[in-house]
């Protein structure tokens, strides 16, 4: 139930004893520059200690000035980014971990996520590639470079035989979650499985927002439903990273550390018909990622 969390820097522990700050703040389609060098700043001083972004939102040295800016320590900062779908391999992987260093002006990342799994329809040696890949990352976690490794959108057909083949399993694993899009199997394999389980989009991307049944909930707690939605994650033991460009709304989506959602209220909300889905699945990635990857 993560019911321990009080605040932005409490955290779930990761499998290799690393502590993780309970929110993270996202920047998925926050532009490069300016916005995203202040949105970052406004985060940390909104009190998030915890960062995501990746290569392929092109915005990873924005995100570097704006810690840099804030003045908050470096190693009071988590910073996740993640390998791109063209980077595939262990020699790529250890460019691709140089390079998004080298974006951030940092000489270590707390936590490295393969995005997307490479997936049969693209190649037969989709097993292969995906273990490859890994090994870059766990060289990369040997070398002190990378606190911490996980993946983004598998599925238990991905995460099994990156499982036979790792010697550092993955710790996390970053999924789209929200109400009206939950993947619950999925979630609780993972959880399972001693992975701690990201959600991106926690907010269906703002579709869910103006939902008339959410609204009612939210309403009872006299809370706004983007703070249910991160409440709703952490209650189910998933580690949220709302987005916001907004300095209000940001420091809004974290207060959520006084109030309960009910028990009751949990299952409508995982078991919601289906609202603000992205329409990304890892057999059927984003088609920009499939055309990028293919074209290797
Ligand atoms: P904005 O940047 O104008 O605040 P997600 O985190 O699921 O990807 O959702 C992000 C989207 O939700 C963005 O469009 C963001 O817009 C919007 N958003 C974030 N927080 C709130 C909030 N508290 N109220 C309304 N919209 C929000």
Same mark, same amino acid.
């Given at each position: 139930m993560a019911l321990h969390l009080n605040s932005l820097t409490d955290t779930f522990t990761l499998a290799n004893g690393v502590q993780i700050p309970c929110i993270g703040y996202g920047t998925w389609q926050t532009p490069d520059g300016e916005t995203t060098r202040d949105c970052v700043k406004m985060a940390l001083d909104a009190g998030y200690r915890h960062i995501d972004t990746a290569f392929a939102y092109g915005n990873e040295a924005s995100v570097g000035?704006?810690?840099?800016?804030? *003045?908050?320590?470096?190693? &009071?900062?988590?910073?996740?980014?993640?390998?791109? $779908?063209?980077?595939?391999?262990? +020699?790529?992987?250890?460019?691709?971990?140089?390079?998004?260093?080298?974006?951030? *002006?940092?000489?270590?990342? &707390?936590?490295?996520?393969?995005?997307?799994?490479? $997936?049969?329809?693209?190649?037969? +040696?989709?097993?292969?590639?995906n273990a490859e890949t890994w090994r870059g990352f766990e060289r990369m976690y040997q070398d002190g470079k990378i606190r911490a490794l996980g993946v983004s959108n598998y599925e238990q057909k991905h995460l099994d035989p990156l499982w036979e083949t790792a010697s550092v399993k993955p710790m996390v694993n970053q999924l789209e979650f929200h109400p009206g899009y939950t993947q619950m199997d999925n979630i609780l394999y993972n959880q399972k499985k001693g992975l701690l389980v990201q959600a991106w989009s926690p907010l269906g991307s703002g579709a869910v927002l103006n939902n008339e049944d959410l609204k009612a909930i939210a309403a009872k707690y006299n809370k706004s439903v983007a703070q249910i939605c991160v409440r709703l994650a952490l209650q189910c033991g998933i580690l949220p990273l709302p987005k916001s460009t907004n300095a209000a709304r940001i420091a809004a989506n974290a207060e959520v550390f006084d109030f309960v959602i009910?028990?009751?209220?949990?299952?409508?909300?995982?078991?919601?018909?289906?609202l603000g889905f992205s329409g990304y699945s890892p057999e059927d990635a984003p088609a920009d990622a499939l055309a990028a990857s293919l074209a290797e």
């Open positions: 000035e704006g810690i840099r800016l804030s *003045g908050v320590k470096r190693e &009071d900062i988590f910073v996740t980014t993640k390998h791109w $779908v063209t980077e595939r391999g262990y +020699e790529k992987t250890i460019k691709a971990v140089e390079a998004s260093l080298k974006n951030l *002006g940092m000489d270590y990342m &707390d936590l490295y996520l393969v995005h997307w799994p490479c $997936v049969e329809k693209l190649t037969p +040696e989709w097993k292969e590639l009910s028990d009751e209220d949990v299952q409508t909300l995982l078991t919601f018909p289906q």
